[in-house]
């Protein structure tokens, strides 16, 4: 396929190298930023531009990888040269492209993309939707040809697929930073927590979470609650954060609904 | 070294093991059941007992692995035979042993531990801490016999450790029993969220939490976070831990402090 990217930021590099390596050709890679744009393209194959009055009509799909905020005025501008175009974004709907154009879809990866650290693109779960039928298709051979992970999914479950990300990612990494503060308080290396990390992770890879959940909360443990919250005392935000997600966890634990 | 076994969970199947590996003699594996005893017992090569009367006195150290609150009334019978006696709480202090003895220490592993999962000891990290400088000494090549990341941490230290594991690994399985529910809900698979997962929690084995925190709150997108907050009517827990968390995110990011 031709391949025409639209953003130069993490999500547009990862995908860029991914379709690239599966053999379709990428025509050009736009930027506002020029430098970001060439330095994309040049890594890829492709052309740099950073106007849209620039754009090869000669491509199959517009790929549209930046801010949310951004996509619709870009759609807007794209949709006279009546190709497919999807976005990536896994909080935008599918109707903010089709207030512009038939022949539109959503391409989602669902990972967290650095532009230092590698990722094996055959295990990013890619969510996918189209328009039509045959968007829906075109989407699907696209998606497979990168990854073995890959799902249909309507706009109403993007939006739960996106929350739950963040309750089980953005949050936990907070939470994660919140323990390496306690620890530097301390003059305790966060070496010590680390390997801790990556087992909790680890086990729910082949475990359901609540099956596997340990800690003083799941046992009921309320002498080390209450001396965790005694060791809080002064961090009013801390102590709210620990309390409640004990109580969910003390809660769930019930057979209640923590939900 | 001779070592005897209190207990027969999780933490002590996990360390005899290692212990039995590293060429030393377990002794005898005490539990209150007999057949817990003997499972354990029978894997590393040691007599099992239910009664403590039966205590082999020919040892070198106790280690006590069984449930905080019964470590007290263990150490005051194993006390008579004056060889040395940790703990492997990190909940518990080095003087609830010293109470009954001077020979006390403590041999915290600061790993989450399941029957069914193996774990490589030699990355699990050591927390060590002994009553005298030849208890420290004896504990810290027990210790590095095992693992390589042994460490000395007093009983203050191991407190705020074992307190910043809550938050960093039990609150944050919780967090993805949370995303489970929620995608269910809709029927979406949890290996959809699996990779991000694992990816997250890789992350952070290299980089500072703090330093690559992505997400709605992380990049002040109210709208996205209003939008989750609408999907999270009817469930006013999770409403709360949402805001919550993601104050805390804006907060840490706008320079200030989050703790």
């Known amino acids: 396929m031709r ?3 639209i953003g130069s930021g993490n999500i547009a590099t990862h995908l860029g190298a991914a379709f690239r390596n599966a053999g379709h050709r990428i025509v050009q890679v736009y930027s506002r930023n020029m430098q970001n744009a060439a330095l994309l393209a040049y890594h890829i194959g492709a052309e740099a531009i950073d106007d849209l009055n620039s754009i090869n009509p000669e491509t199959d799909i517009f790929i549209i990888a930046i801010s949310d905020d951004a996509i619709a005025s870009i ?9 497919l175009i999807v976005h990536t974004s896994g909080a935008t709907d599918l109707y903010t492209l089709l207030a512009f154009t038939d022949k539109a879809g959503v391409f989602y990866p669902l990972q967290t993309f650095s ?3 590698e990722v094996d693109f055959r295990t990013v779960p890619l969510c996918i939707e189209g328009a039509t039928e045959s968007a829906t298709q075109a989407l699907k051979e696209l998606a497979q040809g990168i ?10 479950q993007r939006k739960t697929l996106h929350l739950a990300a963040v309750f089980a990612c953005n949050f ?8 390496q503060e306690l620890l530097a308080k301390q003059n305790i290396n966060f070496d010590l927590l ?3 990390i990556l087992e909790t ?14 800690g003083p909360a799941a046992r009921k443990d309320i002498k080390t609650i209450d001396m965790h919250l005694n060791l809080l005392k002064g961090e009013p935000e801390l102590e709210q954060i620990y309390r409640l997600l004990s109580q969910g966890i003390i809660k769930k634990d019930n057979g209640g609904n923590a939900s």
């Open 147 to 156: 990854s073995n992970n890959v799902y249909i999914i309507d706009s109403s």
């Open 115 to 117: 532009k230092t650290k």
């Open 172 to 179: 936990s990494n907070y939470l994660y930073s919140v323990a």
């Open 201 to 214: 992770a680890q086990k729910v890879q082949e475990h359901l979470p609540a099956d596997v959940q340990t």
């Open 3 to 5: 391949i025409t990217l």
């Open 194 to 196: 680390r390997p801790l």
């Open 75 to 83: 759609v807007q501008q794209l949709a006279k040269y009546d190709k």
